[in-house]
Nanobody, 122 residues
Framework: VQLQASGGGLVQAGGSLRLSCTAS????????VGWFRQAPGKEREFVAA????????RYADTVKGRFTISRDNDRNTVDLQMNNLKPEDTAVYYC????????????????WGQGTQVTVSS
């Protein structure tokens, strides 16, 4: 599975950004695509994930109610709509994929895209 993340940028606090993850290669109905982020000096952490099989999703508590993950079948992307952004959301955001259930752990994901920088100014 090959993943390509896009859509990062610089935004003021309270603003919005939409990230997209394009998946290609050996995807299947069992694919789960997740978004993770890593701030400078911190470990990579789970943000959200989406299961292609049934459309279920899961979010980190820190982004619930602000971020929405969804799949665009026409574009074959999994998008992360980020609203009401905060300076603490500043990080490099990565999309990742696995087969099976949704798990919020970095080590469970076998496939990774390159990161895209999100910077939120105060």
């Amino acid at each position: 599975v090959q993943l390509q993340a896009s859509g990062g940028g610089l935004v003021q606090a309270g603003g919005s950004l939409r990230l997209s993850c394009t998946a290609s290669g050996r995807t299947s109905t069992g694919t789960v695509v997740g978004w993770f982020r890593q701030a400078p000096g911190k470990e990579r952490e789970f943000v959200a994930a989406f299961a292609w099989r049934d459309g279920s999703s899961r979010y980190a508590d820190t982004v619930k109610g602000r971020f929405t993950i969804s799949r665009d079948n026409d574009r074959n992307t999994v998008d992360l709509q980020m609203n009401n952004l905060k300076p603490e959301d500043t990080a490099v955001y990565y999309c990742a994929a696995r087969q099976g259930g949704i798990y919020p752990y970095v080590r469970y994901y076998s496939y990774w895209g390159q990161g895209t920088q999100v910077t939120v100014s105060s």
